[in-house]
Each structure stands twice: as C-alpha cells, then as structure tokens.
C-alpha cells in the first residue's frame, strides 16, 4: 500500500473545496455578530449565576479555625508540683525560691579560680532542669502519681545539694588560696 503526501491528497479532493472569494464587507459583518455575541454572553454570566467561592473560602477558613481550636482543647495542659495541691505549691515556691538564692550566692562567687567549678555545676543543674521538664509530663499522663511527685522533690533536692557542694567547694578553694598567698614566717 502506498503512501499518499499531503499535496497529493489535497490535490484529489481539489474540486470539492469552496474557493470563492467571500462578498464585500464580510469580515466586517462577522466581527461585529463576533461582538454581540460576546457581549450577549457576558450579559448572561453575570446574571446567570451566584458567586459561591468567595462564602466557599469563608467556609473553609471556619472549618480549619474550629478543627484548630478543637485539637487545642483536647490536649492536657503539661501540669507541674504546684497544681497538685496547695502544699506542693508552697513546696515548690519554696524550692524555687532556694535555688534561685543559692544560684545568686554561685554567681556572686566567680572568679577565674571558680569558673570551671560553677560551669560545671551550672551544666549538672540544666541536666536537672530538663529531667523535670520530662518529669512535668510524667505527671500529667499518670494523673498525679505519688512516685512522680516524689521524683519531683528528689530533682529540686539534687540541685540544692549541688549548689551547695559547690559553694562549699568554692570557699574551700578560697582558703586554699589565702593559706598559700599568705607568708610563712620563721622565727
């Protein structure tokens, strides 16, 4: 079988094509049926139909606000030693309290003797601070379970005995320094 080209197959069906040049003012006439019909259509659009994607992303953005606001909702707020009862409140104020004195004491120590000693304990604290941040979560899966309260008072404990082991290292330090810098006299 054969393959026909373009120019061969137009060839053959030569006859059958209309090549009349159209009338006079033809494309004028069409243009403007071209207009109407446009503006006809443009017409019936903005009559035919109600906008609904602008109350569509009110809609929307509401749904995504309310889910949000739900999710937020139903998750526990992380609870601490103070919202156990009043007693572990003042527990913890005092606590608090404690460790924000002994840490002033700490700082009020350094000098470049101290300084590997405080950095040192500083880094023990924050590794205490952290386990209680954990610890803080514990409580409020376990619904205030007594060995977490426990394990609470045991971690502010640790750092007031880290404190003060430090401060009682420092002073020793200090005395070290005065007994050495101090003459030794010989009669």
């Given at each position: 079988m054969q393959k026909d080209t373009?120019?061969?197959?137009?060839?053959?069906?030569?006859?059958?094509?209309?090549?009349?040049?159209?009338?006079?003012?033809?494309?004028d006439r069409f243009l403007e049926k071209l207009k109407t019909s446009n503006i006809a259509s443009n017409d019936s659009d903005k009559r035919s139909g109600f906008n609904w994607k602008p109350f569509l992303a009110i809609a929307a953005s509401l749904v995504i606000c309310f889910s949000v606001f739900t999710t937020l909702q139903n998750e526990p707020e992380i609870r601490d030693l103070a919202s156990v009862s009043p007693e572990m409140s003042e527990t913890q104020d005092f606590f608090t309290a404690t460790i924000q004195t002994e840490l002033k004491k700490l700082n009020a120590e350094r000098s470049p003797l101290t300084e590997q000693v405080i950095a040192d304990a500083l880094n023990r604290i924050e590794l205490l601070e952290k386990e209680y941040q954990n610890?803080?979560?514990?409580?409020?899966?376990?619904?205030?379970?007594?060995?977490?309260?426990?394990?609470?008072?045991s971690n502010f404990q640790n750092r007031i005995d880290i404190l003060n082991t430090v401060l009682e290292q420092i002073e020793t330090i200090k005395q070290l320094k005065n007994n050495s810098d101090e003459p030794t006299n010989t009669i």
């Open positions: 373009l120019d061969d197959l137009f060839g053959d069906f030569k006859s059958e094509f209309d090549i009349n040049e159209p009338n006079e003012g033809h494309k610890l803080k979560t514990d409580l409020t899966e376990s619904n205030n379970d007594q060995r977490v309260i426990y394990a609470m008072i």
